[in-house]
């Protein structure tokens, strides 16, 4: 090959080949994380603040027998368009970065043609964070019916219940379904937005020793490091990007084989050995031609970003909430109008559904913890499911899973 192809051959996708190739990748990186650091300051500071000054707003606010204004859907339609414009010019700029075998397995694996469900995912997400922001607001409006018969329903509670009775005297229903959601915004938001904020501050500050970008000898480009990707897709987690998020950890998943020059005979010999029980499989490992400390370093990566993505987004954000709202429904079943439960219901199955997806898919990557905080997800999302059933069922519409069917008479 000439040096003339040689030239041509590397250089990422999109990128023209008389540009700088370290420059188009700088630029591409911030147009990444500027994009996420934008919408998830929509998400988690403007959207939140405009759903509190419902609360000042008369003709505004959330009522307990219809749900939501529905006037105000027109500002999670101005959000939701800013998701799908900022969605498609950070999965663009993160195509910028993949070279084109790398796009070639995704492909291959599904990830790329998967983007219209994702993006569809994303935009249900944040219509059910809208739900979830408002719920309190709701409650507070139920206050005269709501809390009592919440204080009723724990007086045969063993253990917990003299505690919660005590609990929603001061706090009432609507200030543990306030605390549910200010926890959300908090960990998920704020926390969310200041550790993307860090991490993009960090790998500017230190582009020369970072292992983000160091030049591959067989490529005239920079090879970005599984700790990104995995950083990012966190930081797609926090602004509500599944699609870019999907992408981000693929590639984090890739970055786990690198190549560790070792002599290929011993390696040979080491799986023959293997099968007839000289050596341990670890020893066999070690010898294999991929750097395994490099490969346990980004599983570690991935289980950790995989429980956090299951406690913070889905048991803090939906199944908590998923819970009270069980509850709500329960508690308010012969106050509230049709419009109301319905809105009500539909969220529920919707946060449900969305939450056994996100378990699904972190449990097939990842294992050990995340198996265990998956296994509460669905004890929870059983115990609302019956929740809602019984409120249906029972005479008094609230059921409790140690005493069975309330009677508020009693």
């Given amino acids: 090959m000439g040096k003339a192809e040689s030239k041509r051959v590397a250089g990422p996708i999109g990128l023209d080949k008389n540009t700088k190739p370290e420059a188009d990748f700088s630029d591409a990186m911030d147009a990444v994380e500027s994009q996420f650091g934008r919408h998830s300051f929509i998400t988690w500071v403007l959207l939140p603040a405009f759903v509190l000054s419902q609360a000042f707003i008369p003709c505004l606010q959330p009522t307990c027998e219809h749900g939501f204004n529905n006037v105000t859907l027109v500002v999670v339609l101005l959000v939701e368009f800013h998701q799908i414009c900022a969605e498609a010019r950070a999965w663009h700029a993160l195509k910028k970065l993949i070279a084109s075998p790398e796009l070639s397995v995704l492909s291959h694996l599904g990830v790329l043609r998967k983007r219209k469900g994702l993006v569809l995912m994303g935009i249900i997400q944040s219509v059910v964070l809208y739900t979830d922001l408002t719920f309190p607001l709701m409650a507070r409006d139920c206050v005269g019916v709501l809390s009592d018969k919440w204080q009723t329903s724990w007086m045969k509670v063993p253990f917990v219940g003299p505690v919660m009775r005590l609990a929603v005297e001061q706090f009432r229903f609507w200030g543990f379904a306030a605390i549910c959601v200010g926890l959300n ?226």
């Fill in 185 to 410: 915004v908090l960990v998920t938001g704020i926390l969310g937005m200041i550790s993307m904020r860090s991490f993009a501050s960090g790998r500017k500050q230190n582009d020369e020793n970072m292992s983000s970008m160091p030049l591959s000898v067989s490529e005239n480009c920079p090879r970005i490091s599984g700790d990104v990707f995995f950083a990012w897709a966190g930081a797609a987690e926090v602004a509500m990007m599944p699609s870019v998020t999907r992408l981000c950890e693929e590639m984090a998943d890739q970055r786990q084989w690198v190549y560790d020059p070792k002599d290929a005979r011993d390696a040979m010999q080491a799986r023959r050995d293997t099968l007839f029980g000289k050596i341990g499989l670890d020893v066999a490992v070690a010898k294999e031609l991929a750097n395994k400390e490099h490969y346990d370093h980004v599983m570690n990566l991935r289980r950790r970003h995989y429980v956090g993505v299951l406690f913070a987004r889905v048991f803090l954000g939906n199944v908590l909430s998923l819970w009270l709202q069980a509850s709500f429904l329960a508690l308010t079943f012969d106050n509230e109008a049709w419009e109301g439960k319905v809105k009500l219901v539909c969220s529920m199955v919707v946060s449900a559904l969305q939450a056994l997806m996100r378990c699904q898919s972190a449990v097939a990557r990842a294992e050990g913890p995340a198996s265990l905080v998956t296994s509460l997800i669905f004890v929870f999302i059983v115990w609302t499911a019956v929740k809602v059933y019984m409120a249906f069922s029972c005479h008094d519409h609230l059921w409790n899973l140690t005493t069975g069917c309330v009677n508020l008479s009693q």
